[in-house]
């Protein structure tokens, strides 16, 4: 048996999370019964003792730093802050919601650090930012994004969410889907992060938490008013997310005009006044054709349906995002249900605005068919330098 060494006591990291280990290994491990655990000293050793310049992400319940480890590995630790429970708690769901899902556009969780009241997650390094550093941030006049590259994220995010939603039993409501959380690879794949504010749901078809959570902005509104739960919260944050990557804003932007600072009232307007082509990015390198243009607009405007009962399940959404005329054919059934419905129902009152809007975009794209080619050709992306 190897002696143990003498303890080294060392603080480190910011006055507000310091921490102290030492040589000497844990008398007691706690481990969860997945993944790989990973001592503090470890995790300290690969961040710089949580150095400041290691600092690449900051939200929810905690801080994210670029980590080495000694085999070379590169990782992602977040760091839980212990806010008197609430830390331990994401912790908790993190570890049972993530440690056994394996999806390509799911970040991967690799390991944890559970050592006195110090919390930590290790995840795969993604290494090439997140979307929304690449949708807001400095990028020059012209925009690495090219449409194909769009559409590609929002295809891998798609997957992403079906598989939280439709793959895994107990499903996973991720409850705070937006563009800091798509991180991006080198390849421009799309990996979903962040599953801090996730719920497990069991058989229940909703769920009343105590607080709103979720980032302003993203929220369904049946969620913000009622704390009610379901999938179709991360449907309607979806649907902002592709009016955020379409069109290049931010989701609340109180620098621009009155009329403008709602992205989702603006996109129904533009779209209602026959302007669709004036919501695109004017950052991006070529001009989608005006059918793949309303085709995704439509997506975008079936997924923020303020009846959540009408919006589409994930899995529905992939088939819109990869068949050409399914998407046409399914909205014109759900018309026809919608109408039984409300003749069965005559208290039920239709979303006379997103019908509208729809109903434009469909008829728009019919016309268009015929003269527009269904795919742009592909464009090599710039790389990222």
């Excluded at 405007?301 to 959540?308: A, F, H, N, R, Y």
């Excluded at 088939?319 to 054919?329: G, Q, V, W």
């Excluded at 039920?348 to 527009?372: F, G, I, M, Q």
């Amino acid at each position: 048996m190897i002696n143990a060494a003498p303890e080294i006591q060392i603080d480190i990291g910011k006055p507000e999370h310091r921490v102290v280990f030492s040589d000497k290994a844990p008398s007691k491990v706690s481990h969860l019964g997945w993944g790989r655990w990973y001592t503090l000293r470890e995790l300290e050793l690969a961040t710089n003792g949580l150095a400041d310049e290691n600092v690449i992400g900051e939200g929810g319940y905690g801080i994210v730093y670029h980590g080495i480890l000694q085999d070379n590995t590169q990782v992602a630790v977040k760091n839980l802050l212990n806010n008197r429970g609430q830390a331990e708690k994401e912790f908790k769901v993190e570890v049972e919601a993530i440690g056994r899902v394996r999806h390509k556009n799911l970040v991967r969780l690799l390991g944890y650090c559970v050592e006195g009241a110090y919390r930590m997650l290790v995840y795969e390094y993604v290494d090439n930012g997140n979307l929304d550093q690449w949708l807001h941030g400095d990028v020059g006049d012209v925009s690495p994004l090219t449409w194909d590259i769009r559409m590609n994220v929002i295809l891998g995010t798609a997957k992403g969410l079906a598989y939280l939603h439709e793959g895994l039993e107990p499903k996973v409501v991720h409850r705070d889907i937006k563009s800091s959380n798509i991180l991006i690879d080198r390849q421009w794949n799309s990996k979903v992060s962040d599953f801090g504010l996730a719920k497990l749901l069991g058989s229940e078809m909703s769920y009343v938490t105590t607080r709103v959570m979720g980032t302003f902005g993203y929220v369904a509104p049946e969620y913000a008013c009622t704390g009610m739960l379901t999938e179709k919260s991360d449907v309607y944050s979806f649907g902002i997310l592709i009016m955020e990557i379409i069109s290049g804003r931010t989701p609340v932007d109180y620098s621009r005009p009155p009329g403008e600072v709602n992205l989702v009232d603006w996109l129904k307007t533009m779209v209602g006044n026959r302007r669709s082509e004036e919501v695109v990015d004017p950052k991006l390198p070529e001009m989608p054709t005006s059918k793949a243009l309303k085709r995704i607009l439509l997506v975008a405007l079936k997924c923020v349906d303020p009846d959540s009962h009408k919006r589409p399940k994930m899995g529905h959404v992939i088939h819109m995002l990869e068949a050409d005329d399914l998407l046409f054919r399914d909205d014109r059934r759900a018309g026809r249900e919608s109408a039984t419905s409300v003749h069965d129902h005559p208290q039920a009152k239709p979303v006379v605005a997103v019908k509208a809007d729809a109903k434009h975009l469909r008829e728009s794209t019919t016309d268009n068919s015929e003269s527009e080619t269904s795919r742009d050709h592909h464009h090599e992306p710039n790389r990222r330098r």
